[in-house]
């Protein structure tokens, strides 16, 4: 029989959540109670929430730029941003890389309104705003990788913010939460998905690294 040709297969909610239901017990035939589902649910979110701590992922990490305006400091990043990589400013066709500043290093700045062209920058996180120092005295393109949150499950026809090599990872790891949920499973059940979880997000950690082997991590990555 020759082979399907495609790569496109991509499970939405409902099928990662019934996998992992039936790992921890649940009906092969799917589970009908709304409670059961609503935990499911809850549980997947709070897993995807939790893996954004892994901001080197390089699916998360998008070339986006910032257009520059004289005299303005401060730029806000779009929602959903939850820190920067690789940030360069291009001045007739060449690229310069503009180092990460600390908070402290760059409030202790004597002259934070000094205009020129923007050689460092500091990331607020907090107020999700870019700083830029010293200050454009003119208009340039900054350019930077927008480390994003995975978005939310909010409905079972949904497929996820992932590549398919995450599905298993997403699967254990779910798996997982909800082992902690059930008090007829045996801790040793619990620690084998546990486990297995782990295996699979190193698993794809490592697969989607931003960095290739033989390469090292960028100067400018501010997590």
Known sequence: MATSGTYSWAPNRAQVKQDALEMVGGDVYGETDAA?????????????KALNVNKTDIQVIV??????VNGTASYALP???IGVDSVYITVNENGYPLTPLTKDQYYGKGLKA?????SEFYHDRQAN??????????????????????????????NFDFPAAAIEMLTFGLAHRLSMK??????SEKDSLEKQFEKAKRRYEVGN???TKGQTSTSSMVV
Do not use: C, H, W
């Open 36 to 48: 059961v589902n609503a935990s499911a649910d809850s549980s997947l979110n709070g897993l995807i």
């Open 63 to 68: 070339k986006s730029t910032i257009e520059t």
């Open 79 to 81: 929602t959903g941003a």
């Open 114 to 118: 000094a205009t020129g062209r923007p």
């Open 129 to 158: 705003l870019v700083y830029l120092y010293p200050v454009p005295d003119s208009a340039y393109t900054v350019t930077y990788g927008k480390i994003s949150q995975f978005q939310d499950m909010t409905e079972d026809e949904q």
């Open 182 to 187: 059930r008090s007829g499973m045996a801790i």
């Open 209 to 211: 690294y931003d960095y």
